[in-house]
């Protein structure tokens, strides 16, 4: 197993600002597959789903979630449909230690309200949506992840403490 930690989750369930803490503290650099899409489509998520649909977009991301096998000893965050594809939730578990974050859709919604780059909840019942996909989704993720946690009631240092804790023990019993 290679020793990556993932993170996987919902929109707005911290991601990526957990995935720069883990980077700091941990030592292992970030690599943020919606970041990555951006790069090497040149234009923004947002664009990608209106030009060429959200099924374009999500060959897309599996191409970049395939060509991280090569890589070990890095946090990955992943965008918040990764999980959708049977061959992506397979992929995320062969690249190392995967944890789920979890937040209640009111808090979902209320931070991602002041984005706009959200092409999903881009619509007049937000909140509805988020209730819809998390139906669809919460399997997948409860499947794929190695870990859940609830983020509402944690500091982002605590949820980060929890996973290097977690993690390690992980990949102790893996040796």
Same mark, same amino acid.
């Given at each position: 197993m290679q020793r990556n930690i993932i993170?996987?989750?919902f929109m707005g369930t911290g991601? *990526? !600002?957990i995935g720069r803490n883990l980077s700091r503290t941990f030592g292992y650099p970030l690599m943020d597959t919606d970041q990555m899409i951006e $790069?090497?489509?040149g234009r923004q998520i947002p664009e990608i789903f209106a030009t060429d649909g959200e099924a374009a977009f999500r060959d897309i991301e599996t191409n970049v979630l395939h060509s991280l096998?090569?890589? *070990?000893g890095h946090i990955i965050a992943t965008g918040g449909g990764i999980i959708g594809r049977e061959e992506n939730r397979k992929l995320l578990r062969e690249l190392g230690y995967v944890v789920w974050l979890i937040a209640k859709p009111? $808090?979902?919604l $209320? /931070? !991602? *309200? /002041?984005? *706009?780059n959200r092409p999903l909840l881009n619509n007049d019942d937000p909140e509805g949506t988020i209730r819809d996909l998390l139906e669809i989704r919460t399997p997948f993720y409860r499947d794929t992840a190695h870990l859940g946690i609830e983020t509402d009631n944690l500091s982002f240092d605590e949820v980060t403490a929890g996973i290097i804790e977690s993690? /390690?023990?992980h990949f102790g019993s893996q040796e």
């Open positions: 993170l996987i989750g991601k *990526s !600002t $790069e090497q489509q096998h090569k890589h *070990s009111s $808090e979902i $209320e /931070r !991602t *309200s /002041r984005n *706009s993690a /390690r023990y």
